[in-house]
């Protein structure tokens, strides 16, 4: 089955930088993915999708990434601000639904 | 619109009892979830429902019964509940079926079973 997971548990950047969270899959198969974030005793909320036959999609200071010769995808979010602070999950999506990788916690520095 | 509402927010449950969360959405969606959420793990899927009318089991069924009351409402059932189920429960619903995008998640309800 679909494995998704994220290279780092924890990341900390400064206030006002750029930053980028990483996402590695192993089914080929899937025809999209999302990346989504979780506040504190929230829900997880959506940020913004793509699809496999796409490399590349903006939103509103996001951008994600998917190299799918590497089964890699990536969430960029610009100029990071403090309400950026969560944990933010990638998921690839197939036939049987949404496979969610274990989370990133972002952490934004003062 | 209040999207995927679930109640109760919070539950503490002795090792053996019975317990139903509920969950509701209000966007006519045809399609529903639950999902549990453990400590340095990503939500794993443990029901969902396509249409009004049909259940099909998720990754981790054992120990959950499903309902689809109707188009807006999904309930999980605990018939005895186990330590092991101690977890964050997150409903979810979404347009079509499990291979559409974009499912919106309530706020959860976190279960302590002692």
């Known amino acids: 089955g679909e494995s998704v997971g994220l290279h780092l548990p924890t990341l900390s950047v400064q206030e006002g930088d750029n930053s980028i969270i990483n996402c590695a899959y192993s089914?080929?198969?899937?025809?999209?993915f999302i990346w989504y974030k979780q506040e504190s005793g929230k829900g997880p909320q959506f940020i913004i999708d793509?699809?496999?036959?796409?490399d590349k999609r903006q939103g509103q200071r996001v951008t994600v990434l998917l190299n799918k010769t590497v089964k890699h995808l990536s969430l960029q979010i610009a100029a990071t601000q403090p309400g950026d602070s969560a944990v933010y999950f990638c998921?690839?999506?197939?036939?049987?639904?949404?496979?969610f990788g274990k989370g990133t916690h972002l952490i934004i520095q003062p | 619109n209040a999207g995927v509402t679930q109640t109760p927010k919070f539950q503490v449950l002795k090792t053996g009892q019975s317990m139903t969360l509920q969950c509701a959405q209000d966007?006519?969606?045809?399609?529903m979830y639950w999902y549990r959420q453990d400590p340095g793990m990503g939500l794993r899927l443990i029901y969902y429902?396509?249409?009004?009318?049909?259940?099909d089991k998720g990754e981790v069924p054992n120990g959950y019964n499903v309902s689809r009351l109707n188009k807006r409402e999904f309930s999980l059932r605990l018939e005895s509940a186990a330590p092991s189920q101690t977890s964050v429960y997150f409903c979810?619903?979404?347009?079509?079926?499990?291979?559409?995008?974009?499912?919106?998640f309530g706020p959860g309800t976190r279960l302590t079973v002692t």
């Open positions: 429902s396509a249409s009004e009318g049909t259940t």
């Open positions: 966007m006519n969606h045809n399609s």
């Open positions: 793509i699809r496999s036959n796409m």
């Open positions: 089914n080929s198969a899937s025809d999209y």
């Open positions: 998921a690839g999506g197939g036939a049987d639904g949404l496979t």
């Open positions: 979810a619903s979404s347009y079509s079926g499990p291979s559409s995008y974009e499912q919106y």
